[in-house]
C-alpha cells in the first residue's frame, strides 16, 4: 500500500508552498542583480553592440536561472517535506523484468 504523503494535508502543503514562493522572490531578486550587473559589465568592455544582443543576454540569464532554481527548489521541496518517502518505487527485479514469459 502507498504511504500517504506529507503534500495531503492543507496546513503542511500550505507552508511548503508559502516556502516555496519566498525562496523564489529571493531567486527573482538574485537574478534582476545579476542581470543588471552582467549588461553593466559587457556595456563597460564592449559598448553599445546591439539592443537586441542585451536583451538576448537577459533574457538568458533569467531564464536560465529561474528555470534551474524553480527546478531545484520544487526537488527541496519533494524531499523536505517527505513527500519521497511516500513514493511506491518497487521495481521489479531484473530477473523479472527481462526473463523471457513461459507460455505454457
Do not use: C, Q
Not at 83 to 98: A, M, Q, T, Y
Request: glycine letters at 10%.
Amino acid at each position: 500500500m502507498v504511504k500517504k504523503s506529507p503534500l495531503d494535508d492543507p496546513e503542511n502543503a500550505a507552508h511548503a508552498w508559502a516556502r516555496y514562493r519566498s525562496i523564489m522572490k529571493v531567486l527573482l531578486g538574485v537574478t534582476i542583480a545579476t542581470v543588471l550587473l552582467a549588461i553593466g559589465i559587457l556595456y563597460a568592455f564592449n559598448g553599445m553592440v546591439s539592443v537586441h544582443f542585451y536583451i538576448a543576454v537577459a533574457l538568458g540569464i533569467s531564464f536560465t536561472m529561474l528555470l534551474g532554481g524553480g527546478l531545484m527548489g520544487l526537488v527541496f521541496l519533494s524531499n523536505g517535506t517527505g513527500h519521497d518517502e511516500s513514493v511506491d518505487n518497487r521495481l521489479p527485479g531484473k530477473d523479472e523484468f527481462w526473463s523471457p514469459k513461459d507460455n505454457d
